[in-house]
Nanobody, 120 residues
Framework: QVQLVESGGGLVQAGGSLRLSCAASGSIFSINTMGWHRQVPGKQRELVAHITPSGTTFYADSVKGRFTISRDNAKNTVTLQMNSLKPEDTAVYYC??????????????WGQGTQVTVSS
């Protein structure tokens, strides 16, 4: 079983910055993609950004140029630096990791979610 624990959410004014962190632990053999998604009430969860073990990144158009995703493969952590935040970035942010657990079982795990609120 693989667990993800997030930290770093909170309340910030528009134009401000927040940094989200996520640590994976448990029966991990290898982690492939790590990423961040977000969800607002009444809407589907959407991909914000993800990163491969080699550092290849993908960003949603809405966050390009403002958010930066990074990871530490040795520590099984992923970070999302969010700058120039807008009220429309308000959501619950979820960390996700996809990989292989010990025993050669694939996994896709989610964190518990952390609230990000951007005031105008």
């Amino acid at each position: 079983q693989v667990q993800l624990v997030e930290s770093g959410g909170g309340l910030v004014q528009a134009g401000g910055s927040l940094r989200l962190s996520c640590a994976a632990s448990g029966s991990i053999f290898s982690i492939n993609t790590m990423g961040w998604h977000r969800q607002v009430p009444g809407k589907q969860r959407e991909l914000v950004a993800h990163i491969t073990p080699s550092g290849t990144t993908f960003y949603a158009d809405s966050v390009k140029g403002r958010f930066t995703i990074s990871r530490d493969n040795a520590k099984n952590t992923v970070t999302l630096q969010m700058n120039s935040l807008k009220p429309e970035d308000t959501a619950v942010y979820y960390c996700n990791a996809v990989g292989v657990a010990t025993g050669w079982r694939s996994f896709s795990s989610w964190g518990q979610g952390t609230q990000v609120t951007v005031s105008s």
